[in-house]
């Protein structure tokens, strides 16, 4: 099998999982409990707690535990906008979000709030001067991503929090899912309030993660009970999840630092030959892209014949719109690229991981050329 859907999920890391077995084994008390076990179980989350800090360098305070991004975007988005009401009613985003921070501001739209979605260039990038633009008095919210899930274009984070720290009354959520461990981002110098990851996209578990809550920043609680994690978060917290996690960051940045530079070539190797397959358009940025996704779209074919045609031969890879009948769904992130929906309608991501060979690649770019070979021919 040739695994390039890393974006979708990546291949737990063993430690990460011999971590999750052991202390859910030995240490499976309840973190609150006040016995002694109870205690142990806790002091293994705050170790994990500061584990996490260090990596991400802001305070052991203000990391939460959660279940993942879709959890951690949702507590942040409509957390903020809850607690802060009374201060504005303004909040921004983007147009191209992943929907776990798409749909919570449409959500609050429905609620009353007034919404701005950023457009984005050919790139898939915001303009500062929009976001300059947009921002008011009344604005107590602005979330962009950091890295785009669907086409890998990083956003200007650090600019993007200059401009907002401007603005007392608003906060800066960054969904960081797909940036950790392959974009470097200083959160404290990029003026982030809140930060979103997800263990699962970094050799973690599915159904963990973690928010980064600046001290200061109060949240208001989306889960009601028996208010763990600064009252932010309810619910007894998962000790091997927490562990886990911060396993996975260390592991992922270990594998950062021995295999950035290899990743990055073979992702501008890949990112070449594609480009110049006949039948190609380019949807990744060529600079200003994250080292592990590249973007296509096969206008004159269609994308999930083409997947499917790779799967036989066991590539996996991931097209970002599905296919009905008749009308082929348009992938929302292509779409605001602007190319029109022929290309929108036929994307195809790859993404790799540290673990992606340069043969695995060579091998994905033969069967891809041969796949669009064949599928013209029988077009024809
Ligand atoms: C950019 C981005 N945000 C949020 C999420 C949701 O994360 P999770 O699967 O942990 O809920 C994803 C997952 O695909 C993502 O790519």
Known sequence: ?????????TKPDRSVLESYTKISTDFWANPSSMHQFGGEAGQLVERAR????????????????????????????????IQYANRGNHIITSKIEHPSVREPFEQLAENGFRVTYLPVDLDGRISVDDLK???TEETILVSVMHVNNEIGTIQPIEEIGAIINKYPKCFFHVDGIQGFGKVPLDLVKSKVDLYSLSAHKFYGLKGTGLLYVRDAIQVASLLAGGNQ???????????????????????????????????????????????????????????????????????????????????????????????????????????????????????????LSFETTQEEIETALEVIRESIEKLSELKK
């Open 229 to 351: 994690e600064r009252r932010i978060r309810s619910g007894t917290v998962n000790v091997a999840g927490a562990v886990s996690v911060a396993k996975a960051m260390r592991v992922s940045m270990e594998k950062y630092n021995k295999y950035l530079s290899k990743m990055k070539e073979m992702h501008s190797f890949l990112y070449r030959e594609l480009s110049e397959i006949n039948g190609i358009v380019m949807n990744s940025p060529l600079a200003g892209c994250a080292p592990h996704i590249v973007n296509f779209s096969i206008p004159e074919l269609n994308n999930e014949v083409f997947a499917r045609t790779l799967e036989e031969k066991q590539i996996y890879v991931s097209t970002t719109s599905a296919c009905s009948s008749k009308t082929r769904a348009l992938s929302k992130v292509v779409s605001e690229l602007g190319k029109g929906d022929k290309v929108a309608g036929s994307s195809v991501r790859l993404s």
């Open 50 to 81: 500061s584990q996490a800090a260090s990596i991400l360098g802001v305070n052991t305070s203000e990391i939460i535990f959660t279940s993942g991004g879709t959890e951690s975007n949702n507590i942040a988005i409509k957390g903020i906008a």
């Open 1 to 9: 099998m040739i695994y390039l859907d890393n974006s979708a999920t």
């Open 133 to 135: 633009n947009a921002m």
